[in-house]
């Protein structure tokens, strides 16, 4: 089992390369595999997942596909030593050839349906997958962030012109949920210095988020979440406000009710169906979002010294089950360990 203090001392080479075992194990398993894919027309329901999706076709869905392929980036990117360096390497350069990710952008191009496929769940993932390689001063990292470029630039060009038209946020704790998606498309702008989108987010985050008060989190969660509407909203706008600004609308904003309420650990019942295992992954989300809120907060605070305790208590919590054996978590859990990891303070 993992170990807090172990994972403290942020992710060693064993830890690590034990991680990255189950995206190497899923990024090119093409089945079972929930596509997503809107059937315009009878040959669209003979193409297989790796046809409509020639770099992403794993991993059960698109998405982890993605957050997969992003993993194993952080991980070549954070942590030297992986046993297995060169396979994680090779597995990537195939998917990160031109003539994959060109299929990746034709596929939105090409259907008229498509321009919705993975709003914004997915989109967030793969400028997050952007913003890695970006970032990474290793020359395979460029190349392949050059050979991105093309389907980045048309999740970039989709989403700004969806932001105007999104009258009202999603406040779902599925894929949906707007929040979520606007943290990594804010974090993936200011990264590729995009000050047009960076400032389109920022201005729909306030639109959406500003004037929030006393959120009903004391009724979370739903049953199949894997996200925290409230957190995910409070880690957005920890990025959004000046930092002299924040701790008095995230006052305003979450009641002691509904925190004490998001630190309680979710109960998984079965950890063998493919929606009630998300769960685990609200663990993990619910730990990134804590670590980070609470960074924006006085630090000496009781408030934020219960939110890093509890975010260290859900963080350690949740790793043991991230390798529990069960595909329905095992072809994403990783991912959100990382992440949540790459957040703790």
Known sequence: MFSILLLAQMLTPDIASRLAELPLHCIQQEYPNKTAHTIEAEADAKLTPRQLHPSFYGCFDWHSS?????????????????TKEKQIREMLNESFQPKSLDGEVKYFQTYKLA?????????????????????????????????????????????????????????TGVHPNTAFGLVFALDWARAANDAKFEAQIVQRAKDYYLNNTAVTAFQEPDGTDFLSPSLEVADLMRRVLPPAEF??????????????????????SDRSDYQIVHLDGLYLSRAWCLYGIAGALPRNSARTQNMLASA??????????????????????????????????
Request: charged share 20%; aromatic share 14%; hydrophobic share 40%.
């Open 247 to 268: 701790p008095n609308w995230f006052k305003q904003y979450m009641t002691a009710a509904g925190l004490a309420n998001l630190t309680k650990a979710p109960e998984v």
């Open 115 to 171: 321009r919705t496929f993975e709003r914004t769940y997915g989109w967030a993932w793969l400028l997050k997958l952007d913003e890695e390689l970006r970032t990474w001063d290793d020359p395979q990292a460029r190349q392949w962030a050059r050979n991105m470029q093309p389907l980045t630039n048309l999740i970039v060009e989709l989403w700004s012109a969806y932001l105007p038209k999104q009258t009202y946020p999603n406040r």
């Open 66 to 82: 993605v957050h997969g392929h992003w993993m194993l980036a952080r991980l070549l990117k954070t942590t030297k030593g992986l």
């Open 312 to 345: 260290k208590k859900l963080l350690d919590s949740a790793l043991p089950h991230v390798t529990a054996g069960n595909y329905g978590g095992e072809h994403w859990l990783a991912s959100f360990a990382v992440y949540a990891l790459s957040q703790a303070r």
